[in-house]
């Protein structure tokens, strides 16, 4: 999502082992992103991305068994386009979250 909306000043995740480990505290040190982590146990402290993860699992993970790395990317590029393109959320008061940007950006 840089490429398409820039770097966020922060990003807060979990401890799981794909966020401990150091290519992602080079990524986000070299990019000037503070990297801060729930603390264990705690999802609600994450609870946009804990929602979001939901979301990705029961509208498309679980939808499809993927045969290829290829596949699994042009399934889950057309959920994010729907996702962030076409559907509308109710917390972004009925927009898109490209509308909703778009408008942030311009306000």
């Not at 992602?24 to 946009?48: M, S």
């Amino acid at each position: 999502m840089v490429r398409f909306r820039g770097a966020p000043q922060a990003i807060t995740t979990d401890n799981g082992p794909e966020f401990a480990g150091k290519a992602l505290e080079l990524w986000t040190h070299d990019r000037g992103i503070t990297h801060t982590f729930i603390r264990p146990g705690k999802p609600v402290e994450n609870a946009y991305i804990e929602s979001l993860n939901g979301r990705v699992r029961d509208e498309c993970l679980n939808l499809h068994w993927f045969q290829s790395l290829d596949q699994a990317r042009l399934i889950l590029t057309a959920w994010r386009q729907d996702y962030n393109d076409v559907r509308p959320h109710t917390s972004l008061g009925g927009r898109t979250p490209n509308e909703f940007a778009r408008l942030e950006q311009a306000g």
